[in-house]
């Protein structure tokens, strides 16, 4: 079971994603909770680079995808055939979002990359954690922004359109309202886990 967790920035994703591995682990699932981009072992050194040098939007978008084809490789893929359940906060539709939707970058072009590079590996179930721009950006003040968070408001509402865009065309995204309490969107999400794995076990 591969599960993903996508979203603007201050969304809260990290934290559900961290609440839910816990609660899997907690019922005695085999979790590998993970994130992107920085995961692997060049991923480690990737993300550095992404998230402080100023850089080309084709050149973000190929560090990305090198990072993701890395993380699959090592982290994700080896988990899956071990029957581990993955939890990954940030997926393909953080590269649609950010470098399209964001960059104006054309999505054939990932799309065609993503084919070459993730082997199928799709998620089971993505949950993208909505909230609004300027909500956003408020709970991330208290940090120093990296590269990608001092973008414009403008980029950033771009993201979340994007965001919005993918999901309700896709039968295995969640829409989460990102404002309720964070329990109450953890509950929301443990009751959508269980119907889902029920059903996986019944086909
Ligand atoms: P990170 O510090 O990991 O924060 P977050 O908790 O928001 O995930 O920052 C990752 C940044 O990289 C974030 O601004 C989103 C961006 N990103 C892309 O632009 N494209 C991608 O494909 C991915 C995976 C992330």
């Not at 295995?172 to 443990?190: E, G």
């Not at 889902?196 to 086909?203: A, D, E, G, S, V």
Request: a negative charge.
């Amino acid at each position: 079971m591969f599960i993903t967790f996508e979203g603007i920035e201050g969304c809260g994703k990290s934290t559900q994603a961290r609440l839910l591995s816990e609660r899997m682990q907690k019922e005695g699932y085999s979790v590998l909770f993970t994130h992107e981009p920085g995961d692997s072992p060049i991923g480690k050194h990737l993300r550095k680079i992404l998230l402080s040098e100023p850089m080309d939007s084709l050149t973000e978008l190929l560090l990305f995808l090198a990072d993701r084809r890395e993380h699959l490789v090592h982290l994700i893929q080896p988990a899956l055939s071990q029957h581990t359940v993955v939890i990954c906060d940030r997926y393909i539709y953080s590269t649609l979002a950010y470098q399209v939707y964001g960059r104006g970058i054309k999505k054939y072009l990932v799309d065609t990359i993503h084919q070459e590079i993730l082997d199928n590996t799709f998620p089971d179930r993505v949950y993208l954690l909505d909230l609004d721009v300027s909500q956003a950006l408020q709970r991330k003040k208290h940090h120093a922004f990296d590269r990608i968070e001092k973008e414009s408001y403008e980029f950033h509402q771009r993201v979340r359109e994007g965001f919005l865009e993918l999901a309700k065309d896709n039968p295995s995204a969640r829409i989460l309202d990102a404002t309720l309490p964070p329990l109450t969107i953890h509950n929301l999400i443990w009751e959508d886990i269980q119907t889902l794995f029920l059903h996986r076990r019944q086909i």
